[in-house]
């Protein structure tokens, strides 16, 4: 099983740039999806994006499509969500995600736990 740690978030203004990098234990990285999540004070879950195992396969929620990118290397274990163009509603606690399951595909999960493993959180909090 995989085991997400995040990190990378930080205070922007807005149409900045951040780069949230996602590092996960485990020997068998390659063989699991992945995805990025954001809760904003007083709302529930929502999904961000997400990528297949080999990389082959994203998506992404409307709301950050064209602004933010996923991506992911396998030699080194990590996950990125690269995200451009900030606005002010993009403030929340980013989750990465790890699916329990190898060579599964969710293409739009609502909750980290439709994958299976998170971790603690980032914060990003973008200043108009």
């Known amino acids: 099983q995989v085991q997400p740690v995040e990190s990378g978030g930080g205070l922007v203004q807005t149409g900045g740039s951040l780069r949230l990098s996602c590092a996960a234990s485990?020997?068998?990285?390659?063989?699991?999806?992945m995805g990025w999540f954001r809760q904003a004070p007083g709302k529930e879950h929502e999904f961000v994006a997400t990528?297949?195992?080999?990389?082959?396969?994203?998506n992404y929620a409307d709301s950050v499509k064209g602004r933010f990118t996923i991506s992911r290397d396998n030699a080194k274990n990590t996950v990125y969500l690269q995200m451009n163009s900030l606005k002010p509603e993009d403030t929340a606690v980013y989750y990465c995600?790890?699916?329990?399951?190898?060579?599964?595909?969710?293409?739009?999960?609502?909750?980290?736990?439709?994958?299976?493993?998170w971790g603690q959180g980032t914060q990003v909090t973008v200043s108009s």
């Open positions: 995600a790890a699916d329990v399951r190898p060579g599964r595909w969710i293409a739009r999960p609502s909750h980290p736990a439709d994958l299976g493993s």
């Open positions: 990528i297949s195992w080999s990389g082959g396969m994203t």
């Open positions: 485990g020997r068998t990285f390659s063989a699991y999806s």
